[in-house]
């Protein structure tokens, strides 16, 4: 079974709107932590948000924030005005405790139009 | 933020010959690097992991005398294609986990490096 699940291949915003990025999980562990990175074209594998499975509260980072539902394992991101750099592949990822390393969603392409 | 390097960014190499990317962490120490590797519009997988002075665990179906692994000091693991083939070319990626940070985990990641094999 996936671990990590991004069932949109891609998604199209308009410039200032924002959007959400799907990502649900699997795991039977009590203790995870849920991951968002983002990957320009450059390549490089950005660091935008994290979510302890403990955490109360949704995350948040400038933009970014994280809609979790631990109920439903799922770990949606929002981008709230939406810029033309934000166009990029994001990736969804967990930790599990027992595992100690990230599993990656299959990422979801965001093009962000003017 | 935490900063990784690599290096090289790019190599061209003829199929038969060994190449070796650096990753280092340039402003902490990293007790745990990991090695991954990324096909055209696919996702990450995972390589293996390293540990600083000791034997880097390979994840399944990953060849460990094919990608060496040698992380010497807390700032610099290194990955060895030997005898590379054209189908070794792909995007490696490495990332570090900061010393001390266990519960966050957040892994911080190289630019990548891009290997063409001919």
């Known amino acids: 079974a996936q671990k990590i699940t991004q069932t949109q291949p891609g998604m199209f915003v308009q410039e200032k709107e924002a959007v959400t990025l799907d990502c649900t999980y699997d795991t039977s562990d009590q203790s995870y932590g849920l991951f968002w990175y983002k990957q320009p074209s450059s390549g490089e594998m950005i660091f935008l948000i994290y979510?302890?499975?403990?955490?109360?509260q949704n995350a948040t980072e400038g933009r970014y924030s994280l809609n979790f539902q631990k109920a439903r394992k799922s770990a949606n991101l929002v981008i709230s005005a939406s810029q033309l750099g934000d166009s990029a592949m994001y990736f969804c990822a967990m930790r599990e405790d027992s595992f100690q390393k990230l599993v990656f969603g299959t990422g979801t392409r965001l093009l962000v139009s003017p | 933020g935490a900063v990784v390097s690599q290096h090289p960014s790019w190599v061209i190499c003829k199929s038969g010959t060994s190449v070796k990317i650096e990753c280092r962490s340039l402003?902490?120490?990293?007790?745990?690097m990991f090695w991954y590797r990324q096909f055209p519009k696919q996702s990450l997988m995972l390589m293996a992991t390293s540990n600083e002075g000791s034997k880097a665990t390979y994840e399944q179906g990953v060849e460990k005398d094919k990608f060496l692994i040698n992380h010497a000091s807390l700032t610099l693991s290194t990955l060895t294609v030997t005898s590379a083939h054209p189908e070794d070319s792909s995007f490696y990626i490495c990332?570090?986990?900061?010393?001390?940070?266990?519960?966050?985990?957040?892994?911080?990641f190289g630019p990548g490096t891009r290997l063409t094999v001919l």
């Open positions: 979510q302890g499975s403990y955490d109360e």
């Open positions: 990332s570090a986990r900061a010393a001390g940070s266990q519960f966050l985990d957040t892994q911080y």
């Open positions: 402003d902490f120490q990293a007790t745990t």
